[in-house]
C-alpha cells in the first residue's frame, strides 16, 4: 500500500510518502516542476501557464516572464465563499475549478511519471475554513485519475499531527501563515490505550483569517507600496505588469526573511522605464502594521486563547507553538509569536513540510476527534413575510456523529405536490463578502445574511414529495437531520399521513 499526502498550497504544494525502509515520510522531488528555498525541502510553485496552443505547464516550469498566460492564486479562490471572474486565456474562460483541477491532475500525472509511484490512496491537508464545495473539488479531482480512496484532513491539525506523534498528551497550537489564508488549530494527540499502539487525535480549538492575511496579501501590499511611491496606479501600468510587479514584491519579502534590505527591478511595459524596488524589512513591518496584518495576527491567536480558555485550558498548557507556512518566516510575525508565548515553546524549523508530513501520519491514528467549522441551516421562502428564513440544523463547534432536532413540515396551500428545502452553510451575523472595486483591487465589506448563505449545491436541495397532496396547516412531514462519523450530512423524512418513510439515510452532502 503506497499513500501520499498533497499539500495543496496557494503559493506552493508538497507531495510526500511514507519511506518504508527508514519508516518516516519522504518529501518528492519532481524534477525540473520543484524548486527549493536555501536549500530547504522540495517545492512545487501552485502555478499554471497555457501557452497558444493550450499546453499545460505546471510548477518551477512555468515561465515567469508570460504573466498574461499565468493562473495563480487559484486554491486560494476555491475554497473561499465567493468566486471571482474568470481568467481568460485563448480567449476561453478559467476559473479557479478549473484552473485547480488542470494543476492537480497535471500533478498527479507527473507522480506517477517521474516519481514512478502509483499510489493507492490520497490524503489531502485542507484549509480550516474550506467550504464543502472544496472537498468535492478534490474527491471529484482525484476520482477522475482513477483514485477513489480520498480522506482529508485540515491544514493546521496536520501538522500539529506531525510534531504532535513524539509528545502524547501534549497540547499543541499550530498558526499556519500561507499563501492564502490564517488559520489556528489547537490539538492534543491522545495517549494509546494499553495493549495499543494507535493514537488518537483531538481538535480542541479551530479558527481562521481568510482575508488580509495570507502571503499573497503581503504581496499585494508591496506591490501598492511600489507604485504609490512611483506616482502610479494599477490602471497606469496594466494587467500584465501588475502580474509581473507580485511577482517581483514576492522576492522582495523572500529575501527580508534573511536580509535587512531587500532589492529588485522592474519595467513598466507602457513607459519602458525601468524602476528600482528597494525595501527595508523594517519598511515591510510597517506596511503590515499599517494593513491590520499583524493585529488580525493578535486578535486570532486570542480567540484561540478565549475558547481554549472556556474549555479549561490556560495558555500555559500550550507546550509547543508551531510556526507553518512562508509567511510565518517573515521576521516580525516571528517576533509576535515569541512575545506572546515565549521563544523556547515556538518551533519554526519545517515551516514548508510540516503539513504534508502531518498529513501522512494520520495513517497512524485510529481518528480524529473533531468538530465542525460552520454554521449548517435549512432556507425556505415564507410567503407572508415574502423573504427567505433560517433554521439552523447545526451550530458551527458541535462534535460530530450528531442528530438535528426533528422538524415537522406543513403545505404552505392545500394540493401543495412537494415540499423543497435548500441546505447549506450559514453565518446570520457579522459576514464578510469579498468584492472587486473599480480599479480591480480586492476589498472587504460586511454582508447580510442572505449573501453570507451557501447552498451545497443544487444537487443537494432536498425535495419531499406529497402524495396525497398536502392540506395546509397539518403536519405532515418529520424531519430528521444527522450528520454520521464520515460528515456526511443525511436525513429522514416520514409521512406522517401515510405512515411510511420518503427517504431514509439519505446522504443530503458532505461537510466541513
Known amino acids: 500500500m503506497t499513500v501520499l499526502a498533497i499539500d495543496f498550497g496557494t503559493s506552493n504544494t508538497v507531495v510526500c510518502l511514507h519511506n518504508l525502509v527508514h519508516g518516516q515520510p519522504e518529501t518528492l522531488d519532481l524534477g525540473s516542476l520543484s524548486f527549493r528555498y536555501d536549500q530547504a525541502s522540495p517545492l512545487i510553485p501552485s502555478l499554471i501557464h497555457i501557452d497558444s496552443r493550450d499546453q499545460v505547464t505546471i510548477g518551477n516550469k512555468v515561465p515567469k516572464y508570460d504573466c498574461s498566460r499565468i493562473l495563480k492564486g487559484f486554491k486560494r479562490e476555491l475554497c473561499q465563499a465567493f468566486q471571482p471572474a474568470p481568467t481568460y486565456i485563448n480567449q476561453r474562460p478559467y476559473t479557479p475549478k478549473d484552473a485547480a483541477t488542470l494543476f492537480l491532475k497535471e500533478l498527479l500525472k507527473s507522480i506517477e511519471e517521474i516519481a514512478k509511484i502509483k499510489p493507492t490512496e490520497f490524503i489531502f491537508s485542507t484549509p480550516v475554513g474550506a467550504y464543502e464545495s472544496y472537498y468535492h473539488c478534490l474527491q471529484d479531482i482525484a476520482s477522475e485519475a482513477g483514485y477513489k480512496q480520498v480522506r482529508f484532513i485540515d491544514e493546521s491539525t496536520a501538522a500539529a499531527l506531525g510534531y504532535g506523534v513524539k509528545n502524547p498528551g501534549k497540547i499543541i497550537l499550530v498558526i499556519d501563515l500561507g499563501g492564502g489564508t490564517l488559520d489556528l488549530s489547537l490539538t492534543k494527540i491522545v495517549k494509546p490505550e494499553t495493549n495499543q499502539s494507535i493514537y488518537q487525535g483531538e481538535v480542541l480549538v479551530k479558527t481562521d483569517r481568510a482575508y488580509g492575511c495570507g502571503g499573497l496579501d503581503i504581496d499585494r501590499w508591496i506591490a501598492e507600496d511600489c507604485l504609490k511611491k512611483h506616482g502610479r496606479t ?73 475558547i481554549g480558555y472556556s474549555k479549561g485550558i490556560s495558555k500555559r498548557e500550550i507546550h509547543h507553538v508551531l510556526l507553518v507556512g512562508g509567511s510565518s518566516l ?31 501520519s494520520l495513517i497512524q491514528f485510529q481518528g480524529i476527534n473533531d468538530y465542525l467549522r460552520h ?28 442528530i438535528a432536532p426533528a422538524l415537522y413540515l406543513q403545505a404552505n396551500h392545500t394540493g401543495q405536490q412537494q415540499i423543497q428545502l ?27 445574511a442572505d449573501s453570507s448563505f451557501r447552498p451545497l449545491g443544487s444537487q443537494n436541495t432536498v425535495q419531499f414529495p406529497l402524495n396525497p397532496p398536502g392540506v395546509k396547516g397539518e403536519d405532515r412531514l418529520s424531519v430528521n437531520f444527522f450528520i454520521d462519523p464520515g460528515r456526511t450530512l443525511k436525513v429522514d423524512v416520514f409521512d406522517m399521513k401515510n405512515q411510511t418513510f420518503i427517504l431514509k439515510q439519505q446522504a443530503v452532502g458532505r461537510l466541513q
Request: glycine share 6%; with cysteine.
Open 330 to 360: 517573515i521576521p516580525a510575525v516571528q517576533s509576535q509569536v515569541f512575545s506572546l508565548f515565549g521563544r523556547e515553546r515556538v518551533h519554526c524549523d519545517k515551516p514548508f513540510e510540516a503539513v504534508a508530513h502531518g498529513a501522512l
Open 234 to 306: 494599477y490602471k497606469d501600468i496594466g494587467e500584465s505588469a501588475w502580474q509581473n510587479l507580485l511577482m517581483i514584491s514576492e522576492k522582495v519579502k523572500i529575501r527580508l526573511s534573511q536580509y535587512e534590505l531587500a532589492e529588485e527591478s522592474f519595467l513598466d511595459e507602457n513607459t519602458f522605464e525601468t524602476w528600482k524596488i528597494s525595501l527595508k524589512r523594517q519598511e515591510l513591518e510597517d506596511i503590515l502594521e499599517r494593513q491590520g496584518f499583524l493585529r488580525l495576527l493578535r486578535e486570532a491567536v486570542d480567540e484561540v486563547l478565549e
Open 422 to 448: 435548500i441546505v447549506g452553510e450559514y453565518t446570520p451575523s457579522g459576514a464578510t463578502e469579498v468584492y472587486y472595486d473599480e480599479q480591480g483591487m480586492l476589498q472587504i465589506r460586511s454582508s447580510d
Open 375 to 402: 454554521t449548517y441551516a435549512l432556507r425556505h421562502y415564507n410567503p407572508f413575510t415574502k423573504a427567505n428564513e433560517y433554521y439552523p440544523l447545526f451550530q458551527s463547534g458541535s462534535s460530530y456523529p450528531c
